[in-house]
């Protein structure tokens, strides 16, 4: 398809430019008054025009459970327990599939156009069904899909594990399963809709030291990069400590995972000796803001960690843990507590979306996503600021950013495709999934309480 973006109040980083042509999936102009050629038009006007926002961690399944009553008031170690561990276990792979539609249709109508799922329902006896189910419902919305294949091949030191009566995989079954979804999923070029990520789900907690080795080379050897959580309360720290003798960090580098080919979700207890470790070896950070403030673990030093060098992206975070999948509302939180909790006027805004489009995107390896650019991939989206409440906003460009929710999408296109179209995503019956959502929680609730 060929489209132009007429008459955009602003597009991000090209304050002199109101028109943007598509052809085929790249942005093929940027200019004024541009020639209507063959194109579709998409009226611009009252409209801002981002680079597609990414989403560098999330838990897809979890957008089943949000609220859940016991676990509204407690920490990340007793919430695991209350919540996630409680539930997943008796989920089926229709309750995945419509966890992971709602969890993307959340997305997208924010404006996001790649989501890296750290998906982690692996046990002994899993079957491939549970992960097909999130390839196939990112594969029907039309969004970028980059999955973390998470699991255990013990429970370690995770004890919701072994409360909930989860048996883990052994590595064996975790490097089988990783082949099988390389071979069948996974593409390596630019313009790949489906990436798959060496993530196993807790790297302190997990998995033993050998095995994260091995997981390590069997991503290395095959150009795959690697996710993990870590540093997101004290406890990783302490039981590092306690297990290895070693900061969490430098067990980290002991097993073979720092690097640019690395990212870990939240580093909330990184200190100045973890950020100069982690800067120098490239390695990023999956940063999520609200989960993070729900559940009461603190606030990343992010803005140390840019200034240090390393590789900053933002996420969602599970759905259990935020309750609104939105990644505006992760950038514009972003801005407001990295300010708050440094006592500053940073980070800017042009840096907080650089971190929400073309940061996390080069952290995912789309070197040609996240950026307006001739040349670049045509994953866009344009906010509709005509609503009375941006009225008196004196700058267009930074209206969505500053706004924060409610948003209203007038247009999201991934891969030059027209996805989201005033708010509707294409092909999705969206009262039909709130009701099949509806049926699937309560079986769920039967299931999981007995």
Not at 172 to 200: C, F, I, K, N, W
Not at 257 to 265: K, P, S
Not at 282 to 298: A, D, E, Y
Request: proline residues 4%; contains cysteine; hydrophobic residues 40%.
């Amino acid at each position: 398809m060929h489209y132009l973006i007429r008459n955009c109040a602003a597009i991000a980083s090209h304050p002199d430019c109101h028109d943007l042509r598509i052809r085929a999936n790249r942005i093929a102009e940027i200019g004024n008054q541009l020639e209507l050629l063959d194109a579709e038009v998409i009226d611009g006007s009252q409209c801002v025009l981002y680079p597609g926002l990414v989403n560098s961690h999330h838990h897809l399944a979890q957008s089943l459970f949000k609220a859940v009553p016991a676990g509204l008031n407690q920490h990340l170690g007793e919430w695991l327990g209350s919540v996630p561990y409680q539930y997943w276990p008796h989920m089926t792979p229709n309750d995945m599939y419509l966890a992971a539609t709602l969890g993307l249709y959340e997305l997208m109508r924010s404006g996001t156009t790649i989501c890296a799922d750290h998906h982690y329902l692996y046990h002994i006896a899993a079957t491939p069904e549970m992960e097909d189910a999130v390839w196939q419902a990112a594969d029907d919305l039309g969004i970028r899909l980059v999955l973390c294949r998470g699991g255990a091949t013990n429970t370690g030191t995770h004890q919701g594990l072994a409360k909930a009566g989860i048996k883990p995989e052994n590595l064996e079954q975790m490097l089988t399963g990783l082949q099988a979804s390389l071979d069948q999923y996974h593409q390596p070029q630019a313009d790949a809709m489906r990436r798959l990520v060496v993530a196993p789900t807790s790297l302190v907690h997990t998995s033993p030291p050998d095995d994260l080795r091995q997981l390590a080379g069997f991503a290395r050897a095959n150009g795959l990069r690697m996710h993990s959580h870590l540093l997101e309360v004290g406890f990783d720290e302490q039981q590092s400590q306690r297990k290895y003798g070693m900061s969490a960090v430098n067990y980290a580098e002991s097993v073979n995972w720092l690097g640019e080919d690395v990212w870990f979700a939240h580093l909330v207890q990184a200190n100045e000796a973890d950020i100069q470790t982690l800067a120098a070896s490239r390695t990023g950070i999956g940063h999520c803001p609200t989960s993070n403030g729900r559940l009461g673990s603190g606030i990343a030093k992010v803005l140390a960690m840019h200034k240090a060098g390393m590789q900053i992206s933002l996420g969602v975070d599970g759905a259990a843990s935020s309750e609104n999948g939105s990644m505006l509302q992760e950038a514009n939180l972003s801005w407001l507590l990295q300010r708050a909790a440094n006592a500053s006027v940073e980070p800017d805004l042009a840096q907080v979306l650089s971190w929400a489009s073309a940061d996390g995107a080069k952290l995912l390896g789309f070197e040609d996503s996240g950026e307006i650019a001739v040349g670049k991939l045509a994953d866009l989206c344009l906010f509709d600021i005509s609503a009375a409440r941006y009225q008196g906003m004196m700058s267009a460009e930074w209206a969505p950013l500053l706004g924060g929710e409610p948003v209203s999408l007038k247009a999201g296109f991934i891969n030059g495709k027209l996805r989201v179209e005033n708010g509707a995503v294409a092909g999705l019956d969206v009262e039909k999934l709130a009701a099949d959502l509806a049926q699937a929680r309560e079986g769920l609730i039967r299931r999981a309480l007995g």
